[in-house]
């Protein structure tokens, strides 16, 4: 055994993030971690890291000692001693520093004052050989792609030698062939003996990958899975269920919910939509659609497609009075309700009843360092819709409890949990901050929703719920448009699906009819 | 069980209040801290009215400057001109008074001029805002570029307008925006008035949690406070009197008022807040105007406290205000901050300065000092809302 966590506890003020948990390692194993956004596996990991130090938690924490050969109970004052312990996280969003050559980052926290670049070179890249990840020690990270970074990561845990390697999230943002290369690595770490906790919301990865499961619920131990009985795998038929039901604490019969039937009249009408960059490359062309009012359509698509670009064109965000927008050029006409309007900006779009949950939550969703209440009335109180203030100039007074009452009801709706609304957005969980998003915008009661990868990096629980809601919406005559990458996601939840490839439109589905090879093909020909 | 959670959160809400407050009140405990010791040092003569009431009017300026630049950071930007602007505004309307013959005018006459050069040098001030505001806002420059080149180009205009040399002496009516009290009797009444009415505002909330009893009994503590000063010297001075309406408003627009929502969103992040429908462009624009605007009303109670325009006035006044903003808890991120927090910020160098003087301290070691302790307060902000929000 490499590690042995023992009953570890720990709140932050009220909330219990962990209940005594428990979580053993071994080595040359592979053991996945599973939860729902807000089960604790990230709380768990700061701990194991560092992050949280000993003394902000009860519990034990164990770690193999290679002098002593056993396991010790051991100290974490900060992550440099997890680091010296043998514990190291590879970290989801990667922290590498763009500048600096990848020799400097392995010995990033041993570099002498005075640095001889020939000697550095020479023993890191000895070092790096014997890892035949085909890193070069004297490439600037810069230049190296998500994957190469995340290799860097890797080859510097094992630089301080790690037992244990923690992967969090590995490859949400790495392609199929750096996915495919990831794994060979592991497959190695394994054969080598270290200890591996891969942390994921993605079951396939799980079942390819992983000796051993363990889910965490609400802070606590809800279940563990043996990937092999009697030498054989077990068959994933048999854990699938198991697993979802320990994280969301329910069997899911179905995660897509039935589509809407109801159908209505032509809501938007989209007439050759381009969008050109300020460096005049063609972002999107010539893009004709409609939505009808109860409609959900989907976008599929691969990165880069134009999929938010379309979003963006017909929400007014390029505009050149946004902080970003400068020398775009939106060429086309978007019809609503049979009528021709301008929304050439987020305040002009809003007022076309237009709602856009962008993919970037922390980018472009929310102001993270501020209430869940601020965030949440934001695009009401710009646009003066719910009457949360007396008038709509710039100093009318806010009616705060009004304002209160209507969040109340809104983080009821979407079962948002939070200790109250004045909590700051970045204290939530993904999930969480998703339904805070969505709620800003359906506050708004908007016509038109515009959903741009809606529960990427979110739990199970958390997406059925968010299906349930874009169902719900769609039968009360809003009409709905889907991008994802997640092809079940397209074919489960939409009516329609539009695939874009280079900016344009190659190929509409019935959802009904298609298959993910259609989508697939026609989104990459 | 409806009850029951609605009471949770409501209890929760009134701990957070508790909490955040305690973090509100402990720049007003150092305030008080550091009156305490100045008054015991200078064997009470810190404490008396006539010195409080000085101590007010040399805050002011700084204070509604700090008051404006508290917005200016709050959307993440910077303003490094004002200290400029002042000198700039003052001179203009130093040059009105004494070349433009405006000093010599009697009677009501005397008044009419005076108005108008005031009302000039804030034009002075919002002309510069808004070459500012364009530049920052429409070509999207760096506010520390923008400003750092106004800074130099207003103090260039400055100093050729008065030919490099002071403008005197003004007009008594003109000075009087900075010389001048309010009658003790009137001071009396007014601050008798806008003290009760915080105090009702707070109580007349349908929720009352502790910290409104709080506010209203500081707020009440303060009116007194208030009330002893200006009475036992000689009333309010208007530049105390500028500076509470322009606090106030301050106070209200950030707290209460849809802009001040949208401010917040801005500085804490400009893509979320243009996304939710906020006219990012237009609130950016109008805040450099205003701060602009506030300089150059500050330039002309500067020229009148001195009875003169100095083309060199105003130096590191901007550094005054951005480190009261500073010491007041507002984040240079943006997006975090309170107008309060400013104007206890102002009032804590503005203490410090009168208190060394008045302890014969020197200057050169008053600015050490006061280096020191700007480097300090921060720090320790930093430390306790560290600790807090890691918990």
């Not at chain 1, 991008?483 to 939409?494: D, F, H, K, R």
Request: proline content about 3%.
């Amino acid at each position: 055994m490499l590690l042995s966590i023992q009953g570890v506890s720990k709140s932050f003020s009220a909330n219990k993030a962990l209940d005594r948990v428990s979580l053993d390692v071994y080595s040359g194993e592979v053991l996945a971690l599973l939860g729902e956004n807000g089960a604790g596996k990230s709380t768990l990991m700061k701990i194991l890291s560092g992050v949280w130090p000993t003394g902000t938690y009860e519990g034990e924490i164990k770690i193999y000692h290679s002098e002593t050969l056993r396991l010790e109970h051991v100290t974490l004052k900060d992550t440099r001693d997890a680091h010296q312990a043998g514990v190291a996280m590879i970290h989801q969003e990667l922290s590498v520093f763009p500048e600096l050559t990848v020799a400097e980052h392995l010995e990033l926290d041993r570099l002498p004052s005075w640095i001889q670049w020939d000697k550095l070179f020479l023993r890191t890249q000895t070092f790096l050989d014997s890892l035949d990840f085909g890193l070069r020690a004297e490439t600037l990270v810069k230049d190296l792609s998500v994957g190469g970074k995340q290799l860097v990561e890797i080859a510097r845990a094992l630089y301080r030698k790690a037992q244990v390697l923690i992967f969090d999230e590995p490859t949400s943002a790495l392609t199929d062939h750096e996915v495919n290369r990831l794994y060979t690595v592991i497959a190695r770490l394994k054969s080598e003996g270290k200890g591996i906790i891969y942390i994921t919301h993605r079951l396939d990865e799980v079942f390819g990958l992983a000796d051993r499961m363990i889910v965490l619920r609400d802070g606590r131990n809800a279940g563990e899975a043996n990937a092999y009985r009697d030498g054989k795998k077990v068959p994933r038929a048999e854990l699938e269920p198991m697993l979802i039901s320990w994280m969301v604490g329910r069997s899911i019969s179905d995660i897509f919910p039935p589509r809407n039937q109801s159908m209505g009249a032509e809501l938007m009408k989209v007439k050759n939509l381009s969008l050109l960059s300020p460096k005049g490359k063609s972002l999107v062309s010539d893009l004709n659609f409609t939505l009808r009012r109860g409609e959900i359509l989907g976008l599929g698509g691969l990165l880069g497609a134009g999929r938010s670009e379309t979003f963006e064109a017909l929400f007014g965000v390029l505009n050149g009075s946004g902080p970003r927008g400068r020398g775009y050029r939106i060429t086309g006409e978007v019809w609503l309700d049979g009528q021709m309007r301008q929304t050439e900006t987020p305040i002009a779009a809003i007022a076309a009843k237009m709602a856009y949950v962008s993919e970037d939550r922390k980018g472009t969703g929310l102001v993270v360092n501020q209430s869940i209440r601020n965030n949440m009335t934001l695009p009401s109180m710009a646009s003066g819709i719910l009457g949360l203030s007396q008038g709509n100039s710039f100093i009318s007074p806010i009616r705060q409890d009004r304002e209160l009452e209507e969040v109340q009801v809104w983080m009821k709706n979407l079962r948002i949990k939070a200790a109250h609304v004045d909590q700051s957005a970045h204290e939530l969980s993904g999930g969480n901050q998703q339904k805070v998003v969505i709620a800003k915008w359906l506050m708004t009661s908007p016509d038109i929703l515009f959903l741009d990868e809606p529960t990427r990096g979110i739990d199970v629980g958390a997406k059925v719920e968010i299906y349930q809601w874009i169902q719900r919406l769609a039968s009360e005559g809003i009409g709905i448009v889907m991008a994802s990458s997640e092809m079940p996601e397209l074919l489960g939840v939409c009516h329609r699906i539009l695939v874009l490839r280079e900016g344009r439109f190659s190929a509409e589905f019935r959802a009904d009819q298609a298959t993910q090879e259609d989508i697939m093909r026609a989104a990459s020909l | 069980m409806n009850s029951t959670t609605t009471e949770n959160t409501r209890l929760t809400l009134a701990m957070n209040g508790i909490s955040f407050n305690w973090r509100a009140y402990r720049s007003v405990f150092a305030l008080i801290a550091v009156m305490v010791v100045l008054s015991v040092m200078t064997d009470g003569t810190f404490l008396s009215p006539r010195n409080l009431t000085n101590l007010t009017r040399q805050v002011s300026i700084n204070g509604i400057l700090a008051i404006g630049m508290t917005f200016v950071i709050l959307i993440g930007g910077i303003d490094l001109s004002v200290g400029s602007v002042v000198a700039l505004a003052g001179v203009v309307a130093g040059v009105l008074q004494v070349n433009f013959g405006l000093a010599q005018w009697t009677g009501y006459h005397a008044w009419i001029a005076s108005v108008f050069s005031i009302l000039a040098a804030t034009g002075v001030g919002i002309g510069c805002g808004l070459f500012n505001g364009w530049l920052i806002t429409r070509h999207r420059i760096a506010p520390f570029i923008i400003t750092l080149g106004m800074m130099v180009i207003a103090r260039g205009l400055a100093l050729i307008f008065a030919n490099g040399a002071a403008i005197a002496p003004l007009s008594d009516s003109f000075n009087f925006i900075g010389q001048g009290y309010l009658s003790p009797f009137v001071s009396t009444v007014l601050v008798s008035l806008l003290g009760s009415g915080v105090v009702v505002a707070c109580l007349l909330k349908k929720q009352r949690t502790l910290t409104h009893y709080l506010s209203a009994l500081s707020a009440l503590a303060v009116t007194g406070f208030a009330l002893w000063v200006f009475q036992g010297y000689r009333g309010l001075p208007i530049p105390v009197l500028v500076f509470s309406v322009f606090g106030l408003l301050g106070v209200l627009i950030l707290q209460r008022t849809r802009l001040g929502r949208f401010i917040l969103a801005i500085g804490g992040n400009p893509e979320a807040a243009w996304l939710a429908g906020v006219p990012i462009r237009k609130i950016s624009f109008g805040i450099y105007t205003t701060i602009g605007a506030l300089a150059g009303l500050c330039g002309a109670i500067l020229s009148a406290r001195l009875n003169g325009a100095l083309p060199t006035a105003g130096e590191l006044f901007e550094l005054d205000a951005i480190a009261a903003v500073v010491i007041g808890g507002t984040s240079l991120v943006g997006g975090i901050g309170t107008v309060r927090g400013s104007i206890l910020g102002a009032f804590f160098i503005g203490a410090l300065n009168n208190g060394m003087s008045l302890l014969d301290v020197t200057e050169f070691y008053q600015k050490v000092i006061k280096g020191l302790i700007i480097i300090f307060a921060v720090w320790f902000d930093m430390r306790q809302s560290s600790s807090s929000s890691r918990r």
